[in-house]
């Protein structure tokens, strides 16, 4: 079965510019999409088919798709940022999640 | 903008059935969304449970599927799980969701607030 890895967590300076990656054999030939969700809270879309932002994100939030690598950037990263973030893609007729990255704003 | 609201019991006895019931507003079940549960254990990542179509057509992860039943009730615009003979490892707080997009690529644009559902005695 497929498999998409991600760090555990990132680290990032209030104002910076924080990557958050997703890898999987050639993710680049995949729809990646990428959840944001806070404690307590149900995960909310903030970027689908590797780079697009629904409605109400941020233009901060962006990504890429390429190889093995796809990526989340958040730029000028506030604190408000600070979530799990998750990738998924499709597996066939299976959803893959990767494992989450928590994103820490320092 | 559909909402979404799951509704069932949170408390099930090992080896029973857990049932949920996530009614959808804003919007018709009859729609191109396919629906989907998605569960998470207590302090991990999500898990994808399956996905199900106004239709009947459903799809199932693997790991669930020989427990796993969804269904549609369009006079009632809500969706169903069913998910039999569960464990302690069933604990999870259960997500229903709408699937947008081409099938096969879908992306999870709406989402309820989710109910947890504990397995004990």
Same mark, same amino acid.
């Given at each position: 079965?497929?498999?998409?890895?991600?760090?555990?967590?990132?680290?990032?300076?209030?104002?910076?510019?924080?990557?958050?990656?997703?890898?999987?054999?050639?993710?680049?030939?995949?729809?990646?999409?990428?959840?944001?969700?806070?404690? +307590?809270?149900?995960?909310?879309?903030?970027?689908?088919?590797?780079?697009?932002?629904?409605?109400?994100?941020?233009?901060?939030?962006?990504?890429?798709?390429?190889?093995?690598?796809?990526?989340?950037?958040?730029?000028?990263?506030?604190? +408000?940022?600070?979530?799990?973030?998750?990738?998924?893609?499709?597996?066939?007729?299976?959803?893959?999640? +990767? +494992?989450?990255?928590?994103?820490?704003?320092? | 903008?559909?909402?979404?609201? $799951?509704?069932?019991?949170?408390?099930?006895?090992?080896?029973?059935?857990?049932?949920?019931?996530?009614?959808?507003?804003?919007?018709?079940?009859?729609?191109?969304?396919?629906?989907?549960?998605?569960?998470?254990?207590?302090?991990?990542?999500?898990?994808?449970?399956? $996905?199900?179509?106004?239709?009947?057509?459903?799809?199932?992860?693997?790991?669930?599927?020989?427990?796993?039943?969804?269904?549609?009730?369009?006079?009632?615009?809500?969706?169903?799980?069913?998910?039999?003979?569960?464990?302690?490892?069933?604990?999870?707080?259960?997500?229903?969701?709408?699937?947008?997009?081409?099938?096969?690529?879908?992306?999870?644009?709406?989402?309820?607030?989710?109910?947890?559902?504990?397995?004990?005695?």
């Amino acid at each position: 079965s497929y498999e998409v890895t991600q760090p555990l967590s990132v680290s990032v300076t209030l104002g910076q510019t924080a990557r958050l990656t997703c890898a999987g054999d050639n993710i680049g030939s995949k729809n990646v999409h990428w959840y944001q969700q806070k404690p +307590g809270q149900a995960p909310v879309l903030v970027i689908y088919n590797d780079m697009n932002r629904p409605s109400g994100i941020p233009e901060r939030f962006s990504g890429s798709n390429s190889g093995k690598t796809a990526t989340l950037t958040i730029s000028r990263a506030q604190a +408000g940022d600070e979530s799990d973030y998750y990738c998924q893609v499709w597996d066939g007729t299976t959803v893959v999640f +990767g +494992g989450g990255t928590k994103l820490t704003v320092l | 903008q559909v909402q979404l609201q $799951e509704s069932g019991p949170g408390l099930v006895k090992p080896s029973g059935t857990l049932s949920l019931t996530c009614a959808v507003s804003g919007g018709s079940i009859i729609s191109d969304h396919w629906w989907v549960w998605v569960r998470q254990a207590p302090g991990k990542g999500l898990e994808w449970i399956g $996905e199900v179509y106004h239709s009947g057509n459903s799809n199932y992860n693997p790991s669930l599927k020989s427990r796993v039943t969804m269904s549609v009730d369009e006079s009632q615009n809500h969706f169903s799980l069913e998910l039999i003979s569960v464990t302690a490892a069933d604990t999870a707080i259960y997500y229903c969701a709408g699937a947008n997009g081409p099938s096969l690529s879908a992306y999870f644009d709406c989402w309820g607030q989710g109910t947890l559902v504990t397995v004990s005695s």
